[in-house]
Structures are given as C-alpha cells and as structure tokens.
C-alpha cells in the first residue's frame, strides 16, 4: 500500500487494514499505523486528507485520525473512504429540477461536471422528480435515484457501473464447520405486507389524486395473505407506469421483499490448505448450509469485512447474506428520518399537500377554488367578494372585518377591537383567538 500526502508525494505504507463495504452503501477503510521502519518516513505527518491507495490501486481519503502514545512511540488510526464518495458529498448541484426523467437525464444531472463517469447497463423506468438539486450534494442525489430506479451500482476507476444487479452467480459454498462459522439468522416481520395497491398511467404531477387520474390500477396479494391475513403496504403511485407487466413486477417486488431475512457468518480462508476459494464480491450469490438451523440455501452477499495484513493476505473475513442486520438498518432509517426533518427545519424541503389534515386540505382547497374579485365600498371599506356568489364577501376595514352571507348585511363572524376571536360554524374550529 501507499499513502499520498497533500502535496502529492507518496509514501510505501505497512498496514494491516479492514475494508468494509455494504451492498449499494457506504464502504470504508480503517487501518493503525504502527512506528515499522517503512512507515516511520510519514507517521508523524499523516492526516486528514491524505490518500490511501490500496493493492487493488483503489485511493480512499482519509477523513479520520486518531493519534495515541504507545509505549514511547505513536500510533495513529486512521479511517478513510473511497474518493468517489468524498468528491460526490462535497460537490452540490444549485439549480432545482421539476420534470418526468429517464434514468440516462437523471443520472447525466447527477455525473455532469463532476469528473466522474456512468454507464447504465439494464432497464429503468423514467420516475417523475420534485426538487432534484436545489443545493442538494451528489451523493445524496445520487443515492436518491439508486432507490426511485432500483439500480445497483460498482465503481471501477473513474467510471460509475449502473446495473439492475451487480454481482456473480457463483458456485461458493459455505458451509458451518467447513469454513463457516458464528453463523446468525435474523429474521424481521415488523414492516411485512401482504397486499399492495399500484396506481399507473397519468399524467406527471399527478401523485395528488393519483386514485382518480390512473389509467392502470392493479392488485397484488401474496400467498402468505391466506396464512398471516392482509398486511397493507404503501401503495404505488407511479404515472410513468404504463404497462400491466411493469407495475405487477413493481407490487410483487414491494410486497414479496417486506420479509427482511439476514444471515450473517465468518468466513475462514481454507486456500493454504488446499481448498479452492476465490475472493467473494458484494452482490455475489453463493451457497451456505448450516444444518444446525436448518439452513441450505443460495444466498445473497450484501455486506462484507476483510481484514488482510500487509501482506496483502486475508487474515479475517465476515460476510452478511440476505440483507442487511436488523441493528444497521433500523440505524440507516433513523439517519434518513434525521436528515429530513433537519432539512425541513432549515426550510430546505417542503411537505407535500397530501400529508396535511383532511379539513386543512379542504379549506384550502376550497380558497383557491373560489374566484373573488375586491371592490371599494361606498364607506371606503375593502371588500372581497366571490364572483360566483355576491353574497359572500369579506369586508375590511380600521375597526376589523367581518364575513357575511348576504351581501354585507349581517355578519357570520367578525374580529373587532383588542380581544378578538374568529369562529367558524362548528364550536371545535376556532380558527384565531388573540
């Protein structure tokens, strides 16, 4: 391994590091540099924003050290991630894009200036978009559109690898007492469904009132349903849907994945003693068997931890099949609930329409439906009144204003002088009391 400091100078590194990369997620490298007399040349110098380069010729920046005594000499661990990870969370994209998009316009947004390319090899429906951009990072973006597509992505160099799957059909096998152990299934049915509804073929922008504007509507109920009952989920609404093939694919996807099922082992490199193991990759499908819990099955890998010394040999390896502990995501949806309501806070996102109270919904429906015209009375006062309906009006004036069914006749409600209250028809809805 190398290091390369900020003035771009590189230096032979002995480490023993840990690589750990999730399926579609975060990877990083965590390392100690021990005083060894190769990398005594920068020890002292070493930090943040240097770059590492592994033996594969991978540069990760490091973004975290921590420098502690040992005996009479220095110690420092060091973090780093991939540099495609750093560049993409510090470059932001300012314009803010509303519109229907393809996977190849979405992404070309996302990659565009950014030194980095992409090459999209499957099929990806377009998605209709609010708020790409406007300030938004890369990486962000760029994890938004992994999820709305459904792609996976690998990175080789300085070019990006969009898919529909990554990873290989292999014929590893791992097996308890093999080369597998601490083998542990866990199994999560907190958000099991077992029925999905999906709303198609509208027009963009449409999300609204998709139940009335789909021109595709179409069921889903997994056989489960006639064990467990109906378990609900969150329906489609996708109008760039337009086919019953590809929303029937998109509700079996929704309602058959909702089982999270995750196994995780150890895995021994049995190489030295003869038995044939290549090095597995995130996404592969591999076979493991553990007859103690009835296990035998092709699983997927989702996330892996190699640690090799600086030998570059593999001295640890842990695999996680199936997707990802209960623990890490319970932990990545709280980050994600996090980052929402901090940029709601910060007035950075907006809630749509549809997540307000049905009778907030209806009077502002019921406001922005109504055409009103504002005249000058003959008193001087303001007054605004429904050109459908003349006889309901809002009059202004310095004392207040009341509203009135009948032309200005009578008052419904008023607000008058210090202590003021505006009422509406029913006793529970006091829009104002000051």
């Not at 009835?294 to 090799?308: A, C, D």
Request: aromatic letters at 10%.
């Amino acid at each position: 391994m190398e290091v390369r400091d900020l003035s771009g100078n590189e230096y032979a590194a002995q480490l023993t590091h840990t690589w750990e990369g999730e399926l579609n997620g975060n990877q990083e490298l965590k390392a100690t540099v021990i005083p060894s007399k190769v990398n005594k040349e920068f020890i002292h110098d070493i930090a943040q924003m240097w770059v590492i380069i592994d033996d594969d010729n991978t540069e990760y920046k490091i973004i975290y050290c921590k420098r502690k005594g040992a005996g009479n000499t220095l110690t420092v661990e060091i973090r780093a991630i991939p540099l495609f990870f750093d560049d993409f969370d510090t470059q932001r994209i300012y314009e803010r894009y509303d519109e229907h998009m393809t996977d190849t316009r979405f992404f070309s947004l996302v990659f565009e200036g950014s030194g980095y390319n992409y090459i999209l090899n499957g099929t990806f429906y377009a998605q209709d978009w609010e708020g790409v951009g406007d300030g938004e990072t890369r990486l962000s973006l760029f994890q938004r559109g992994l999820e709305r597509y459904k792609a996976e992505f690998r990175i080789s160099g300085n070019t990006v690898y969009l898919e529909n799957q990554i990873g290989r059909d292999t014929q590893f096998q791992y097996r308890y007492r093999l080369n597998a152990s601490n083998i542990t299934q866990e199994i999560d049915a907190a958000g099991m469904y077992t029925y999905a509804r999906g709303y198609g073929d509208y027009e963009e922008g449409g999300n609204e009132d998709a139940e009335n504007n789909a021109g595709l509507i179409r069921e889903y109920i997994s056989p489960l349903a006639e064990i467990i009952g109906i378990r609900e989920a969150p329906p489609i609404k996708n109008g760039s849907i337009r086919t019953t093939e590809q929303m029937d694919e998109q509700l079996k996807i929704l309602v058959d994945e909702s089982l999270k099922i995750s196994v995780s082992s150890d895995i021994h490199d049995l190489r030295k003693q003869g038995y044939a193991l290549a090095q597995p990759q995130n996404g592969d499908r591999v076979f493991l068997i553990d007859e103690r819990i009835g296990l035998n099955e092709e699983v997927r890998i989702v996330n892996m931890s190699v640690t090799k010394n600086w030998k570059d040999e593999i001295i640890a390896l842990n695999l996680t099949f199936g997707s990802e502990g209960i623990a890490k995501r319970y932990q990545s949806s709280l980050k994600a609930a996090a980052d929402s309501i901090n940029q709601l806070l910060e007035g950075n996102l907006k809630l749509p329409f549809s997540v307000y109270d049905a009778r907030m919904q209806e009077a502002t429906n019921a406001m922005t439906d109504i055409l009103t015209q504002l005249t000058v009375l003959d008193n001087g006062s303001l007054a605004a009144i429904d050109k459908d309906d003349p006889n309901n009006m809002v009059i202004y004036n310095a004392n207040g204003l009341f509203i009135s069914e009948d032309g200005g006749a009578t008052p419904k409600q008023a607000i008058w002088g210090v202590a003021l209250t505006l009422q509406l028809s029913q006793p529970d809805q006091c829009l104002l009391t000051v």
